[in-house]
């Protein structure tokens, strides 16, 4: 990972142009890294704001040789690289919301977006966007997202060195994704279950096809959440909005 790096003052989305250059057969590994995105975007259709110079937007590609199921657990090994790789760097205590949201004290510091190609239940390609707020201040931050966010700097108290920072990004990553690839998904799972800030509170989730309430338990084999339900029961979830949730 980062033997190639693709780096832009401007573009629209990190993501896009990373998906071209893997259509045109870019090797696992390469990355783009922009100053400013003026599309990026986050999950769930939301945008995401990237401001020039102060935070770290890439994204990394991924050719995993696996079936198009085992996404969800290249989701959370994603989290889990960047989650060691900042703590070491900044020595800051950060946990992950699920399924890859990054928090101090309740504040985001980072977010992950995957975006997959696939053919026939098999993935092609996986797109890994990471947006990481480094260097931004108060200021920085549109009015409805400054209560919920925070910056490595804003946090520690001191300004950092992003090519730092990605350099350890990627070295973890690609010491994760090995292990993931040699051991399979079970060491990661567990990694990511000791940083997680959702287990075995009580939370709703908001997925496609309603609202579920419940405690989530754990990460299943496949790289779902285990949510326990009010009626004892056990439900899994690809995906959703997850909230605290009163009882
Ligand atoms: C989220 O928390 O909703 C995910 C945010 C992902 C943002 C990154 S920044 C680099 C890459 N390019 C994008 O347009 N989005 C991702």
């Known amino acids: 990972f980062g033997r190639n790096v693709h780096v832009h003052e401007v573009v629209a989305s990190t993501q896009d142009v990373l998906r071209d250059l893997a259509e045109a057969g870019a090797p696992e590994g390469t990355l783009v890294v922009a100053e400013q995105q003026n599309r990026g975007?986050?999950?769930?259709?939301?945008?995401?704001?990237?401001?020039?110079g102060k935070g770290i937007w890439m994204s990394l590609l991924l050719r995993?040789?696996?079936?198009?199921l085992q996404t969800p657990q290249l989701t959370l090994l994603a989290a889990v690289a960047?989650?060691?790789?900042?703590?070491?760097v900044t020595g800051l205590d950060i946990g992950i919301k699920w399924p890859n949201d990054l928090l101090i004290d309740?504040?985001?510091?980072s977010g992950i977006?995957?975006?997959?190609?696939?053919?026939?239940?098999?993935?092609?390609?996986v797109v890994v966007g990471m947006g990481i707020s480094v260097n931004l201040e108060e200021t920085d931050y549109p009015e409805e997202v400054a209560a919920k966010a925070?910056?490595?700097?804003?946090?520690?108290?001191?300004?950092?060195?992003?090519?730092?920072?990605?350099?350890?990004?990627l070295k973890e990553f690609e010491e994760?994704?090995?292990?993931?690839?040699?051991?399979?998904f079970e060491p990661i799972r567990l990694l990511w279950e000791a940083r997680s800030i959702n287990l075995n509170k009580p939370t709703a989730l908001m997925t496609a096809g309603g609202r579920i309430e419940g405690i989530p338990r754990g990460i299943s084999e496949t790289g779902a959440l285990i949510v326990e339900t009010p009626d004892g029961g056990m439900q899994t979830v690809y995906s959703a909005e997850i909230n605290p949730w009163e009882p």
């Open 64 to 68: 995993p040789n696996v079936p198009l």
């Open 176 to 184: 994760l994704y090995s292990v993931f690839n040699a051991s399979g």
């Open 150 to 169: 925070v910056s490595l700097r804003m946090a520690s108290g001191r300004v950092l060195d992003r090519i730092e920072l990605i350099a350890e990004i």
């Open 106 to 109: 309740g504040r985001k510091i």
């Open 82 to 88: 960047l989650n060691r790789a900042i703590e070491r």
């Open 113 to 125: 977006l995957l975006e997959s190609a696939t053919e026939d239940e098999r993935i092609r390609y």
């Open 41 to 52: 975007r986050g999950r769930m259709g939301r945008s995401w704001v990237s401001p020039p």
